[in-house]
């Protein structure tokens, strides 16, 4: 686990990040990767001298088995509150399931596994949602109907991205593999609105951060388009 900016800690399981956020008022967790894999969080908790029970609330990127795998789990240890898109919300606890009939994204949802369903206790419907202080909840729908991203007020400003890009090596950004998008326009149309905002560091779903600057990394990916 490496400490991305002051306070905002990013902790690898297997190929998906989680972000672990200290604040003055308990730790916030940016999703809680793949399933089966939540002793990890714990671990990395005590790393940093909290438990499981200083995490307040968990702030869901999108529905993803690899973004939720934890959740449940989280949710029953800490008593966090969870917050998610209204238009992810049903693959979150259980009510929808998605169908896929591509034949690579069957097989690694079959590797990865199911998340266990969760509860969701708030429910996002308005963009530029503050679901606590100092966070603001965009949606950038594409990558899922109801993908949020998150923006920090620290350190001159940390993009939680989720899977809406991802970090590529050499400070630059790219996009998550096109065949899990729902909606690859709406999804080129998220990241562009990503690129007119302002903030210095960004942590992705996938790939390394991009600290200094990263809203130009976002610009220089618009930029050349498609
Ligand atoms: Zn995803
Ligand atoms: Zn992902």
Redesign the pocket.
């Known amino acids: 686990m490496r400490e991305v900016v002051d306070g905002v800690f990013e902790l690898g399981i297997g190929y998906?990040h989680v972000h672990l956020v200290v604040t003055d008022d308990g730790v916030v967790l940016v999703d809680t990767g793949l399933p089966g894999k939540s002793a990890r969080i714990g671990r990395a908790l005590h790393d940093i001298r909290r438990t499981i029970g200083d995490v307040t609330t968990v702030l869901l990127t999108h529905h993803?088995p690899?973004?939720t795998g934890g959740l449940a789990e989280v949710r029953r240890r800490s008593g966090a509150r969870v917050v998610a898109h209204r238009d992810d919300v049903p693959y979150v606890t259980g009510e929808a399931q998605v169908v896929t009939r591509h034949p690579v994204v069957r097989l690694v949802g079959l590797i990865m596994g199911r998340a266990e369903p969760a509860p969701v206790d708030e429910v996002v419907t308005v963009d530029g949602f503050s679901p606590l202080p100092g966070f603001t909840a965009l949606h950038t729908p594409g990558h899922t109907p109801g993908h949020l991203s998150y923006l920090l007020d620290r350190s001159g400003g940390v993009l939680f991205a989720g899977?809406a890009a991802a970090g590529k090596r050499g400070g630059r950004i790219g996009s998550?593999p096109k065949m899990v998008s729902v909606d690859l326009d709406a999804q080129h149309r998220s990241v562009e609105r990503l690129a007119g905002l302002d903030f210095d560091h960004a942590v992705f779903?996938?790939g390394p951060a991009v600290t200094g600057r990263a809203v130009d990394a976002f610009r220089t990916y618009v930029s050349a388009g498609r």
Do not use: A, E, L, R
Request: proline share 0%.
């Open positions: 998906v993803h690899d973004h899977d998550t779903g996938h």
